[in-house]
């Protein structure tokens, strides 16, 4: 998929989930992501190649994808109080 077609999509969802795109995170690695990661609040390159390590706003080159929770602000103490069931299996 190249990059317009990742920015669009990027637009499409935000509108239906009716949030703005200050209040989007998009993580990508290649160079058809930078426009996604331009467009998004929070444009994450992750263990991207170095032209887009260098556009994007933040990068994360060493660790997990589980890394990007603590970008976005999730602790250890959160995830430990979360609850990880799909909602039909709430009680």
């Known amino acids: 998929m190249d990059g317009k077609k990742k920015a669009e999509l990027l637009k499409m969802l935000a509108e239906k989930e009716n949030i703005s795109l ?3 995170v998009a993580v990508g690695d290649g160079a058809n992501d930078l426009p ?5 609040g929070m444009g994450i390159a992750f263990h991207a190649k ?3 390590r260098q ?3 933040h990068a994360v080159s ?3 994808l589980d890394s990007l929770l603590y970008l976005i602000g999730v602790r250890d103490r ?6 990880f069931r799909p909602p039909s299996a709430k009680t």
């Open 78 to 83: 959160d995830l430990d109080r979360a609850e």
């Open 50 to 52: 170095p032209l887009v």
């Open 22 to 24: 200050d209040q989007v």
């Open 55 to 57: 556009s994007a706003s």
């Open 36 to 40: 996604m990661l331009n467009l998004a």
């Open 62 to 64: 060493h660790l997990g």
